[in-house]
C-alpha cells in the first residue's frame, strides 16, 4: 500500500472559539453523566481488587483477571481505596466518566481532523451519550476496557501524521501507549494488532517496525509467566454469527435501536462503502479502526460466544466508537451533502440512545441499592455468618463474608448502607437483605423442653420476635421456614428446613426497631419456658 492510498491527517490545530466550544460541552457532558450514575456501590469484580489485590506486590498486578492483564486497573483501585476509602465509591465513578469523556474527546479529536470542527464535537457528544454501552460509562469496573480504547486511540493520533512530523519522540509515545493498553485490558491485544497494522503500511515503515516490538514482548512475557487463554479454537464456526449480531447491535447501538434494526442499517452501510471502497480505505484510522474492531470480535467469539454475549452492553461500546471513527476519519466515504448532517445523526443517536443511557444508570443504582443492603446486614450480624460463605450467592459470589470483614477493618471505612435506612430501600435491595438475614439465623435442635415449659401460641404459620430475643418452636412434623425483617410482601419459595422436637431461634439484638418474622409452611407452636 502506497501513501496515495494511505493519507495523512488534517489541521489538527483548534481555533480559540472552538476550543472554548469543546471545553463547555465537556463540563456539561461531564454533569449529566455523573449525575445519572451517582448512587452506584462497588461489585463483586471489584471487590476482588480490594480484597485480593490489596497489597504491594508482583501478583496483585501481574496475575489475570478473567484471563485479562490487568494491572492498570489495579493500580488505580489501590490508589483510590488508600485515599478516600470504601465509603466514596462515587470517586471511582466520577473517574470511570472522566475515562468515558477521553474516549469521547480522542473521537473528535480523530474526527475533527477530516471533517471539521462541528462534525468532531457532533461525533464526541454522540460517543458521551452512546446508552447502548451504559456498562463501560456507570460501571467503574470497567475503567479497564475504557483506558484499553483510549490509550489506543492516542496511539493512532500520535501515528497519524506526515513522514515529516513522525519523529523518534512520537515513535516512543506510541509505543509507551500501546503498553498502557496492553495493561489495562485484554482489548489492548485488538489495539495492539491494529496499531502494528498502521506501522507496516506506512511507507516509512524502516522507521516505526520497532514501535510495536516493546509492547510485544512485555506482552509475551507476562502471558508466559502469568497469562491464562480462554480462547478455544473450536469456537471459530460461531464467528459469522456472533460477528454478524455483535456488528448488527452496534450499528443499531448507535441510534439505540437494537439488533434488528440494526441488521438493516448495517446492509445499508456495507452497500454504501462496497461502492466506494478505495475512498474508505484511503485513511489509515480508518483502517486501524476496523482491523481493530474486527480483532475484537474474533477474540471475543473464541473466548466468550459460549455465554452467548455478542450483543453485551460492554461490547457495544467497542462497536460504536469503532463505528463513529471508522467513518468519521474517513475523509472522502460519505461526502455530506449538508453541513448540517453531523447535528442531525447526532441528535437522532441521542434521541434514540436517551433512554438505554437511563435504564443503564437506573439498573446500576439499584443494583448499588441492592449491595450496599446486602454489606449493611453482614457488617451487623457478620458474628453469626460463616466467614467462607458469599455475601451474595447471585450478586457477590467470590466475595465471602470473612473477606469483605476484614477489608473494612483494614481500611477503617465502609461502602454499607446504614442498617436503619434498609427498611426504605428498594423492593429487590430488602428482599436481598433478608436472603443473608435468613442464612445466618441457624435454629438449634433441642431434644427436650423443660417440665414446665407450655405452649404458648398454637397452630402458627408466622411468628414475631424482637431484636435479641430467643424463641422455642414446636412441630409434629417437619416444614420448611423462611425469615423475613425488611420485606414482608415478597413471595419466596422456603429455602431451609426443620425437623421437630423443639428448636430454638436466637435473633441478634441491633439499633434497629424492627422485628423479625419467621414464616411456616406447616402450622407449628410457640413454646414458652420459665427462665
Avoid at 110 to 139: D, H, K, P, T
Avoid at 310 to 339: D, F
Avoid at 501 to 509: D, G, H, L, N
Amino acid at each position: 500500500m502506497t501513501e496515495q492510498v494511505f493519507s495523512s491527517h488534517g489541521s489538527s490545530k483548534l481555533s480559540r472559539r472552538w476550543a472554548l466550544i469543546y471545553a463547555l460541552v465537556s463540563i456539561l457532558l461531564l454533569m449529566r453523566l455523573v449525575k445519572l450514575g451517582s448512587g452506584t456501590n462497588f461489585f463483586f469484580d471489584e471487590w476482588q481488587f480490594v480484597v485480593e489485590r490489596s497489597v504491594f506486590d508482583s501478583a496483585s498486578f501481574l496475575q489475570p483477571h478473567n484471563g485479562h492483564l490487568v494491572a492498570f486497573p489495579v493500580a488505580i483501585y489501590m490508589l483510590f481505596v488508600r485515599i478516600v476509602g470504601l465509603d466514596h465509591h462515587w470517586v471511582f465513578g466520577v473517574f470511570a466518566v472522566l475515562a468515558h469523556l477521553c474516549v469521547a474527546n480522542l473521537v473528535a479529536t480523530l474526527v475533527r481532523r477530516r471533517r471539521g470542527e462541528f462534525a468532531g464535537l457532533c461525533s464526541m457528544i454522540v460517543v458521551a451519550f452512546m446508552g447502548a454501552g451504559w456498562q463501560n460509562i456507570f460501571w467503574s469496573f470497567q475503567i479497564g476496557f475504557v483506558a484499553s480504547i483510549a490509550f489506543f486511540l492516542g496511539s493512532l493520533l500520535v501515528l497519524d501524521v506526515d513522514k515529516d512530523e513522525l519523529s523518534r519522540a512520537r515513535r516512543i509515545v506510541a509505543s509507551c501507549l500501546m503498553m498502557c493498553s496492553l495493561l489495562s485490558s485484554g482489548v489492548g491485544v485488538a489495539a495492539l494488532v491494529a496499531t502494528s497494522f498502521v506501522c507496516a503500511v506506512r511507507p516509512e515503515r524502516a522507521r516505526v517496525w520497532w514501535v510495536p516490538i516493546a509492547p510485544v514482548l512485555m506482552y509475551g512475557v507476562w502471558y508466559l509467566s502469568y497469562g491464562e487463554s480462554s480462547v478455544s479454537l473450536g469456537a471459530y464456526t460461531t464467528l459469522p454469527e456472533f460477528g454478524g449480531e455483535a456488528a448488527s447491535a452496534a450499528v443499531g447501538g448507535v441510534f439505540g435501536v437494537g439488533e434488528n434494526i440494526g441488521q438493516l442499517l448495517l446492509g445499508m452501510l456495507l452497500v454504501v462503502l462496497l461502492g466506494r471502497f478505495r475512498q474508505f480505505w484511503s485513511s489509515r484510522v480508518s483502517v486501524a479502526t476496523v482491523v481493530f474492531y474486527g480483532t475484537f470480535v474474533v477474540l471475543v467469539a473464541l473466548s466468550r460466544s459460549s455465554n452467548g454475549e455478542p450483543t453485551a452492553s460492554r461490547y457495544l461500546y467497542v462497536g460504536i466508537i469503532a463505528i463513529v471513527v471508522a467513518l468519521g476519519a474517513s475523509p472522502t466515504t460519505l461526502a455530506w451533502p449538508s453541513k448540517a448532517l453531523p447535528g442531525i445523526l447526532a441528535v437522532l443517536a441521542i434521541w434514540g440512545s436517551n433512554s438505554m443511557l437511563e435504564s443503564g444508570a437506573r439498573t446500576q443504582r439499584m443494583e448499588g441499592e441492592l449491595i450496599s443492603a446486602n454489606l449493611a446486614v453482614v457488617e451487623s450480624y457478620g458474628s453469626f455468618l460463616d466467614p467462607a460463605l458469599p455475601v451474595d450467592p447471585v450478586h457477590a459470589p467470590q466475595l465471602s463474608v470473612g473477606g469483605y470483614l476484614l477489608a473494612v477493618a483494614r481500611f477503617e471505612s465502609s461502602p454499607a448502607a446504614r442498617l436503619s435506612d434498609v427498611p426504605d430501600l428498594g423492593f429487590e435491595a430488602r428482599l436481598s437483605a433478608d436472603l443473608i438475614i435468613d442464612r445466618a439465623i441457624v435454629p438449634t435442635e433441642l431434644s427436650v423442653a423443660g417440665e414446665d415449659c407450655t405452649v404458648g401460641t398454637a397452630g402458627v404459620t408466622n411468628v414475631s420476635a424482637s431484636p435479641g430475643a430467643s424463641v422455642l418452636i414446636s412441630g409434629f412434623e417437619p416444614t420448611n421456614f423462611t425469615i423475613r425483617r425488611f420485606n414482608l410482601d415478597a413471595s419466596r419459595a422456603a429455602g431451609r428446613s426443620v425437623d421437630f422436637a423443639i428448636v430454638k431461634f436466637e435473633f441478634p439484638r441491633d439499633q434497629l426497631d424492627l422485628p423479625f418474622h419467621l414464616v411456616f409452611d406447616k402450622p407449628v407452636d410457640v413454646v414458652t419456658c420459665p427462665h
